[in-house]
Structures are given as structure tokens and as C-alpha cells.
């Protein structure tokens, strides 16, 4: 399993840009984060989920 | 006047407004940056969530500074973390670090702001660090390589105007870099004043998103900072500790 953005799902063995491509995510407008590290745009298609990795999606929201 | 520019980190702006787009309609996001002058506006990041299709990034016009908070973090490590990935969603490389360990009074961490600076600045960040004001971790900021310091005026959110207004003045008479006078500002006359005592900027967000007439209120504030600004520059009247002094010739008439 795979913790993204706090919810475990089945998604080891996906990359990250395959497991985008089953979300609504725009890809222009998020960030990710696995284990504490930033993964650029670019790694997308070569970074390979792996079972008990955590991962967040983030994007902008409106702050002060 | 023109050639008054606020400069940060390197960044040259004409505006010292810096208007947060928190706890109001993205719709009236436009409308407010306008009537605000405003050159930066402060977002947030969040875990994105997959059925909002909407983005704030689109209702905010362009060549507007993006100012990404660190809210949420909890200590240095989280704002690292969220600042990177606040960079990583490609708008520039402010950042302003905002740490909370208490979420009654939300105060701001000032050691562990102190550490984030620190490391965020070495990244090559623009880094704006909100702060309890405190002169010693205004210096402690100064040399950790902050661009700016961000000392609260009252408690987040509060609308309580300038109650730590002595500190922030010992900031603005010994800190070499601009101070930014951050939460707790809520009418413009609290602006005015804080610009008039030599603050480089104000941020307001609440003061706004709780007004009756949003972009109104923008655009008040607007004045009341550049009043406040051309005050300092001016250079304000002197107060006398006691009596009077007339303003107008002694020269008796009507009497002998």
C-alpha cells in the first residue's frame, strides 16, 4: 500500500505519472513529495511507487 | 515618490500592500488585487484535492508576485518541506515562513523560524519570515539571510491593530531590512500609522475578508498606507511634552 495525501491505496508498482492519470489532478498545478523529497515533473514517468511509500499532492489554496 | 521602491531580496515594487487571499472567494480575488495596488499576494498549500478543478492561480492576474506561506508547519522541518514544495509548483522563490505550535493563539515560532530561515535562504529562497517581535531574533533572522522580517502587529486573524507597537518600532530604528508589519492589522487608520512609524510594508488578509465591501476596503487601505508612507517620508511633526504652541503670528490686535 501507498499513502497519499494520508490515504492508503493500491498503487505499488505504478509510476507516479501513471497513478496521475487515474486522478483529476492538473499536473500544472501540483507539487509532489515521496518520503520527505520533492520529485520534479520531470521523474513522473520513471518514479516507481514503492509499498509503504508516503506521498503528497499539493497544490495553492487561498492564505494570508 | 516614484523612485520609492520597496526592495526585496533584490525584487523592486512599487506597492507596500501585500494583500493575502485567505478566507474569501477566489472570485473577488482580481477585484481585490486592483483596487489594492497590491504587487504580492500570499497563497497557501494544501494536499490538492481531486475534485476541485478550480485553481487560484488562475484568478490572479498576471506579473503578480506569488508569496507562498508556510501555514500548517509545525516546527523547521515542515517548512522546509512545504517551501520546497511551494517552489516546486513554479511560482518563483519567496517564501514566507510562517511556524505555529499552538493553534489557540497561533503565535509564531520564533526559534524554529529562526532555523528555517536559515536553511531556506542557503536554497537560494526569498525568504520573509513572520515573527513574534523580538529584537534579538530580528538580528538572529538578519544574519540567518532573511530578505524582509514580518513582526505580527496582534494575534492572527484578531483585527486588533498595532498591540505590539513599541517592539515593532525597535525593529523598524535597528533592523536593516524592510519590516513588514503582518497580522492583526484590521482598519487602515492601524496601517496608516504602522507606515507612518517607518514599517516598509503592511499585510493584511482578515482585515479585508471580514469587511463589508471587500475590494472597498482594498482600496482604503491602499490609501491609508500610501498616507502613511509619504508621512514617514515626509517627516512627522514634532509633539510637545507640555503647553501649546499657536499656529498662527503672536502679533496682538483689537487690544493695546
Redesign the interface.
Known sequence: MVKI??EKLDVAGKTIAEYLAT????P??????RN?D?V??AQYPDTVLEDGDSV????????? | MNNDKLIIGGHEFNSRFIL?????S?KL?EAAVKDAGAEII??????????E?E???DYIPEGIT?L??T?GARNAEEAV?IA???R????GNFVKIEIMRDSKYLLPDNQETIKATEILANEGFVVMPYMYPDLNVARDLVNAGAASVMPLASP??SNKGLATKEFIQILIDEIDLPIIVD?GIGRPSQACEAMEMGAAAI?A??ALATAGDLPMMASAFKNAIEAGRKAYLAGLGRVLTRGASASDPLTGFLRD
Open positions: 495525501n494520508g486522478t483529476k489532478y492538473d500544472k498545478r501540483i507539487a509532489v513529495e520527505g520533492i520534479p515533473k503528497e499532492v499539493v497544490s495553492f489554496v487561498g492564505g494570508g | 493575502g487571499s485567505g478566507k474569501y477566489m480575488i500570499t497563497l497557501a498549500v494544501r494536499r490538492a484535492n481531486t475534485k478543478q485553481s487560484i492561480l506569488l507562498p506561506n501555514s518541506r520546497r514544495l511551494a516546486e509548483l513554479g511560482c492572527i486573524g497580522a499585510m488578509n482578515t
